[in-house]
């Protein structure tokens, strides 16, 4: 009996001993490390454009430049010398667009807003060294803005606090895929002297509880007509208190609502998601949507419709 009990004592002491050994060089870094050599194929700079235009804008703004290998540390190389076209419907629209050297971008100035009638855009870009690129665009069907309602203290933020709420209820066209951006912002008017008035602007940041809605990269709020394809929906929002100034008359609060090409859509939430990743070890690689022939980025198009309500 007693030599049962010393090999059971044994038995404990081996058993602990092998359990600290096995600990001790488990934590060893080099048991939660592994070197995977990867081939990186060689890259071939293209051209890379970079064009959002909507329906409201009176001028057209393009960037031009190069693309560069995952390793490659090189500046980005701009070329003052591009050639860029943009076609409504196979027609040249304007002239071609010039070269903005503060800015280092392309810019085309139009004699009216854009606007929103059905047509097919295609910009073009060409530059010494380089193989040209082209993308088209349909101008998307503006959907418009069915009621928009502000109320003080009328919602709840994501910690159960009281905030101020906007709902947005807009009627989604039917059998075919619909994608949507909203923006706000308040108006202040001032008269001045003579008669004039003058109208100021300011930002409106707001969040939503709304499940469907993503957070995009230029657009706060993204979202697809898939869970309302054909009908009505409210899209409900919040901000915080002192965000719209209080006892103004004269204060509009103004609500856009973007009808996003499908690339205008993919590349705001691949740019977001893009960034998101960037220093996050245990994100997976984003690539960031392109819709460029021949070469890298986005040429996207967007219809708007606004509407806009009394902040008292």
Same mark, same amino acid.
Do not use: W
């Given at each position: ?10 038995? =404990?002491?081996?058993? =602990? ?10 934590? %060893?870094?080099?048991? !939660? ?48 010398? @591009?050639?860029?076209?943009? !076609? ?14 503060? /800015?280092?971008?392309? $810019? ?7 606007? &929103? ?13 380089? %193989? ?12 418009? =803005?069915?009621?928009?309602? !502000?109320?003080?203290?009328? @919602? *709840? ?6 905030? %101020?709420? *906007? ?7 039917? %059998? ?8 706000? !912002?308040?108006? =202040? ?8 008035? *003058? &109208? ?23 979202? &697809?007509? /898939?869970? $309302? ?84």
């Amino acid at each position: 009996m007693k030599n049962i009990t010393i090999i059971k004592v044994i038995i =404990i002491k081996v058993t =602990i001993s092998g359990l600290f050994l096995f600990l001790f060089t488990g934590c %060893d870094s080099d048991n !939660f490390s592994q070197i995977v050599e990867v081939d990186i194929p060689e890259h071939e700079s293209r051209l890379v454009l970079n064009a959002r235009v909507s329906s409201l804008d009176t001028g057209v703004t393009a960037l031009v430049a190069n693309s560069l290998g995952i390793l490659d540390t090189s500046a980005y190389y701009i070329p003052e010398d @591009a050639t860029v076209r943009l !076609f409504r419907d196979g027609e040249l629209l304007g002239n071609d667009f010039s070269f903005m050297q503060p /800015k280092l971008k392309y $810019f085309l100035a139009l004699d009216e807003p854009l606007g &929103t009638a059905p047509a097919l855009y295609q910009m073009e870009v060409s530059a010494p060294g380089y %193989d040209p690129i082209s993308a088209e665009q349909y101008m998307p069907v503006p959907t418009p =803005i069915h009621s928009l309602k !502000f109320e003080r203290n009328g @919602a *709840i933020d994501d910690e159960g606090r009281r905030a %101020d709420g *906007i709902e947005v209820q807009l009627t989604d066209p039917a %059998d075919e895929e619909n994608y949507y951006a909203l923006e706000f !912002f308040y108006e =202040i008017s001032e008269g001045q002297p003579g008669g004039d008035t *003058i &109208t100021y602007s300011n930002p409106v940041y707001a969040s939503t509880l709304d499940q469907i809605v993503q957070y995009g990269y230029h657009y706060e709020q993204l979202f &697809t007509d /898939k869970s $309302f394809n054909g009908s009505s929906y409210t899209v409900s929002l919040y901000t915080y208190e002192g965000t719209l100034p209080e006892g103004a008359s004269n204060t509009r609060l103004v609500a856009r609502l973007y009808s996003l090409s499908r690339d205008a859509f993919l590349y705001d939430l691949s740019l977001r998601q893009y960034y998101d990743a960037q220093d996050n070890p245990f994100a997976e690689p984003v690539t960031v949507h392109s819709n460029i022939e021949g070469g890298y980025g986005v040429f996207a198009l967007s219809s708007v419709t606004e509407m806009s309500v009394p902040v008292e």
